[in-house]
């Protein structure tokens, strides 16, 4: 994937919901190396992923498919209601052409599977908040 270039004249605000403490750690870490990122907060299902994406407006959602409570499809698909134009990224273990078709008829922006996260977030965040 090639860099994207987007000029922003504010921080990205950036939301983690993933309910794996030390992989939102590591999620973390990534974005800190790039300073047009921060991140607004921390949510450990996607219940809570719900409640903070609507309480903190963030620009992006790293959304883990895979989460207690609520799943990351069902989570996105309530935030795409309440927030349209909320860009969410999923985030997932599996590359399944399922878990692809499942991500998109939810209203996610992207897809990135976690064996692709070092080499890849950083530039799918800024490609999705470019559209």
Do not use: W
């Amino acid at each position: 994937m090639t860099e994207a270039v987007v000029n922003i004249p504010h921080k990205i605000r950036v939301l983690i919901a993933d309910d794996h403490r030390l992989f939102a750690q590591a999620l973390e870490a990534i974005l800190a190396t790039d300073d047009r990122l921060v991140v607004a907060g921390h949510a450990a299902d996607g219940a809570e992923a719900v409640e903070l994406a609507l309480e903190l407006d963030p620009e992006v959602i790293l959304m883990d498919i895979a989460m207690p409570v609520m799943d990351g499809f069902q989570a996105t698909r309530q935030i795409r209601k309440q927030r349209p134009n909320a860009c969410v990224l999923m985030l997932t273990g599996s590359n399944a052409r399922s878990d692809v078709d499942r991500a998109r008829g939810a209203g996610a922006a992207g897809y990135v599977t976690k064996d692709r996260i070092a080499a890849e977030l950083i530039d799918a965040i800024l490609e999705v908040v470019s559209r």
